[in-house]
Nanobody
Framework: VQLVESGGGLVQPGGSLTLSCATS????????MGWYRQPPGKQRELVAT???????NYADFVKGRFTISRDNAKNTVGLQMNSLKPEPPAVYYC???????WGQGTQVTVSS
């Protein structure tokens, strides 16, 4: 089982980043997928999830700014992040939460 995130980095406030998660070794089309983040010194928190039927749930702090998507043909899940706000760096994780599968994370820093 592999979940590999990419696309993190440093971005200025108000900017955008696109995260991507490539998966292998799992029946991707059968699982709800999600993005979570962990700021320094805090617990991991939900960012967004997308079910097998593409039902989407967003955390309140990203509604209207982030878009989660999935491509069952490519076994990937994406997170488009717009209007990013200045905040401490956080590691963003891709997950199949029901199965407790997690990627290694990619760091996102929003700073001028």
């Amino acid at each position: 089982v592999q979940l590999v995130e990419s696309g993190g980095g440093l971005v200025q406030p108000g900017g955008s980043l696109t995260l991507s998660c490539a998966t292998s070794g799992i029946p991707f089309e059968l699982y709800t997928m999600g993005w979570y983040r962990q700021p320094p010194g805090k617990q991991r928190e939900l960012v967004a999830t997308i079910t097998t039927g593409s039902r989407i749930n967003y955390a309140d702090f990203v509604k209207g700014r982030f878009t989660i998507s999935r491509d069952n043909a490519k076994n990937t899940v994406g997170l488009q992040m717009n209007s990013l706000k200045p905040e401490p760096p956080a590691v963003y994780y891709c997950s199949a939460p029901v199965m407790n599968y997690w990627g290694q994370g990619t760091q996102v820093t929003v700073s001028s």
